[in-house]
């Protein structure tokens, strides 16, 4: 079979900036070692599959230790792929495992994806979450990813993490440090640790959480 990738930086204007992705098209779907193996030896922290079928294209995304259920970024660039270099135009919906159908639709040169809300509940910020990450804070929430809400956006931008702590909070996917800003309504970083990336430059999926979080009250 033949396998073409591209790898391709989302969420920049620069080379090199953003966070990159690879993206790798395929004639047929393969099985899910082979996968893993080619995110493994990608090491970014997300390696999209896209295969082209009658019904739509099926998308799956791999970290270098997993699969996960959902990745902005990489659907971002596995759009810009199917636009720019495959001829694509309009609108693309990808099939996915776990996320349903996403809707990506390029306009002029800037393309809209449309991903589904996944508003966290509140949790107990336990002491065990505070000694793991080093955080102090004022509040806990839960959706697929542990937001720790802090009270100044200096806070996140200055946080040090202990990895080691990180990977103890096997029961979260990702920890996402997140504070209000005056300038740009909020800041957050994103850590991942046990599913093969330490820190995410950029996590569209986590924004499925922090957009309904923030906008309740911002």
């Not at 090491?43 to 294209?57: D, K, L």
């Amino acid at each position: 079979m033949e396998i073409r990738q591209w790898v391709v930086n989302a969420f920049t204007q620069e080379c090199f900036g953003g966070n990159p992705a690879a993206v790798c098209l395929l004639d047929r779907e393969i099985d899910d070692a082979a996968m893993l193996s080619i995110a493994r030896q990608n090491r970014y922290s997300e390696t999209a599959f896209v295969v082209e079928a009658g019904s739509g294209p099926l998308l799956r995304w791999f970290t270098p230790a997993k699969e996960v259920d959902l990745c902005g970024h990489a659907t971002l660039a596995t759009a810009w792929v199917l636009f720019h270099e495959l001829g694509r135009h309009g609108e693309i919906v990808f099939r996915t495992r776990d996320a349903g159908p996403l809707k990506v639709v390029l306009e002029d040169q800037t393309i809209w994806m449309d991903f589904p809300s996944r508003p966290p509940r509140k949790i107990e910020c336990s002491d065990r979450i505070r000694q793991l990450t080093g955080l102090r804070p004022v509040e806990a929430w839960l959706a697929r990813d542990l937001l720790l809400v802090l009270e100044h956006p200096d806070q996140v931008r200055d946080y040090v993490p202990d990895f080691a702590g990180l990977r103890e909070l096997t029961e979260f996917f990702a920890v996402v440090p997140t504070a209000p800003d005056g300038d740009s309504g909020f800041v957050s970083r994103y850590f991942a640790p046990n599913a093969g990336i330490d820190e995410d430059p950029v996590t569209g999926s986590s924004h499925c959480t922090l957009i309904p979080f923030w906008a309740d009250r911002l």
